[in-house]
C-alpha cells in the first residue's frame, strides 16, 4: 500500500512541472510534403528554419519560452494538408501555421485561416493568389513565381533564344508560373513553340515530349516539382533534345540536383533569395555560420528560404508581447517597416502581405552546385 501511494504521490507532483513545460513552449504547426514529390526541398526548408529556431532557443527563446514546430506530413497531398491544419489548429492549438508547401495545399488550409483566425507564415509558394487579393491571415516572405518565370523568359529572349516551350503542371502552381512566362513572352513579343500541362497525380510526360522534339524547342519552362521535371528531362535527352530546362525556385534544392543526376548540369533555376555562398550577405553569412556550427557543409537556396522565414516568424513573436496570441502576432506582423534580417528588409501592412520580392538566375554547374 506504502508502495502504491509513492508511486500517486510521484506522479502528481510530476504532473504539474509537466504541464508548467508544455506551457513555457510556444507552439507552431506546420503541414508539409515530408515524403512524396517535394520531400527533398521539404527537408531542406526544415533544416534551414531549424538552424534559427535552435539558435533562437539556445539564446533563451522568447522571453524564456522555447519555440516548439509540430510538424505533420501531409505527403504533398492537398486534402490531406486541410486535414493536418484542422488538427494543428483545433487540437494543438497552435498560435501560428508555418510554411505550408505548395499552392493548392495552401489553398486548401486557406478558409481555416480566417475561420480560426490563425496567421500562416511565410508558406513555401510563391503563388500570386497568396498576395492579391491579401488574405488577412497570410504572411508571404519569399516572391512570387510569376515574377520567377517572366524573369526566366526574358533572360532567355535577351540572350537569342528563340524556340521557348512552355510546360506546367495543371494546378494553381501551373497555372500561376506560366501566366508569370505569358508575361514574359509578351515583354519579349514572342510566342512560345508551344504550350502543354498535365495532370498533377498522374504525369504523362510522353505527348510532351514529341511536341518537344517536333518544334525542335531551344529550351523548355518547365513549371512543376523536382521529381516531374527529372523524369521529364530524362526523357527528352534520351529522345535527343538538348532543350535547355529551365525550372522555378521550388526545385532549388541540393535534393533536385540529386534527381537531377547526370542531366542536372546547365539546368537554369530561379531563386528568390542571395546567393548561399554570398558571404559579402549578412544574411547568408549568419545562415552559414549556423549551418557549419551544427555540423552541415553550408546552405541550400531551399535552405535559405527556412532561414528567411524562421527569422521573420521569431521576428513577429518577439513583438507580439509576453503572452502572443494568434491576433496579436497578426498585429505585429502588420507592423513590419522594412524588418532588416541580414541585408533583406522585410515589409508589411493590412494591404500588403509580400514581404520580399527578391528574384534571380542561377545555373547548376558541372559539379553539382547552383552558379549565379
Not at 510538424?71 to 486534402?79: A, Q
Not at 528560404?305 to 524562421?310: D, I, M, P
Not at 496570441?325 to 509580400?354: K, M, W, Y
Amino acid at each position: 500500500m506504502v508502495k502504491r501511494w509513492r508511486s500517486l504521490l510521484l506522479l502528481l507532483s510530476a504532473a504539474p512541472l509537466a504541464g508548467v513545460a508544455l506551457a513555457q513552449n510556444l507552439l507552431i504547426g506546420q503541414t508539409t510534403g515530408v515524403s512524396g514529390p517535394v520531400a527533398a526541398g521539404v527537408k531542406e526548408n526544415i533544416d534551414g528554419a531549424k538552424l534559427f529556431f535552435d539558435a533562437t532557443n539556445a539564446a533563451g527563446g522568447i522571453n524564456g519560452r522555447r519555440i516548439e514546430v509540430v510538424t505533420l506530413d501531409d505527403r504533398f497531398e492537398p486534402k490531406l494538408a486541410a486535414e493536418n491544419a484542422r488538427k494543428l489548429i483545433t487540437e494543438r492549438n497552435v498560435l501560428a501555421l508555418f510554411m505550408t508547401r505548395g499552392t493548392p495545399h495552401t489553398e486548401a488550409i486557406r478558409p481555416l485561416l480566417e475561420q480560426f483566425e490563425v496567421p500562416l507564415v511565410a508558406p513555401s509558394t510563391g503563388a500570386m493568389v497568396l498576395h492579391r487579393p491579401v488574405h488577412p491571415w497570410i504572411f508571404n516572405v519569399r516572391a512570387t513565381y510569376q515574377r520567377e518565370a517572366e524573369k526566366a523568359v526574358t533572360h532567355l529572349a535577351t540572350v537569342g533564344v528563340e524556340r521557348i516551350a512552355l510546360v506546367h503542371v495543371d494546378d494553381s502552381f501551373g497555372a500561376d508560373g506560366a501566366a508569370g512566362a505569358m508575361k514574359g513572352f509578351d515583354a519579349a513579343r514572342r510566342k512560345p513553340v508551344f504550350v502543354e500541362k498535365f495532370d498533377r497525380a498522374k504525369p504523362d510526360l510522353a505527348p510532351i515530349v514529341k511536341q518537344a522534339l517536333a518544334a525542335d524547342a531551344q529550351a523548355i519552362v518547365f513549371v512543376a516539382a523536382a521529381a516531374v521535371v527529372a523524369d521529364g528531362t530524362k526523357q527528352l535527352r534520351t529522345a535527343g533534345s538538348r532543350a535547355q530546362i529551365v525550372t522555378l525556385s521550388n526545385n532549388a534544392s541540393g535534393g533536385f540536383i540529386k534527381q537531377m543526376g547526370e542531366h542536372a548540369a546547365g539546368t537554369i533555376v530561379t531563386q528568390v533569395f542571395p546567393h548561399e555562398r554570398s558571404m559579402s550577405s549578412a544574411f547568408v553569412r549568419q545562415a552559414n555560420d549556423l549551418a557549419r556550427a551544427a555540423g552541415m557543409d553550408g546552405v541550400t537556396p531551399q535552405m535559405l528560404e527556412g532561414f528567411a522565414a524562421a527569422k521573420v516568424l521569431v521576428e513577429g513573436l518577439r513583438r507580439a508581447g509576453n503572452n502572443p496570441t494568434r491576433a496579436g502576432l497578426q498585429q505585429a506582423l502588420n507592423g513590419f517597416r522594412r524588418v532588416d534580417i541580414g541585408g533583406l528588409e522585410v515589409s508589411f501592412s493590412p494591404t500588403d502581405h509580400s514581404g520580399l520580392d527578391f528574384a534571380d538566375l542561377s545555373i547548376i554547374g558541372s559539379d553539382g552546385r547552383f552558379r549565379r
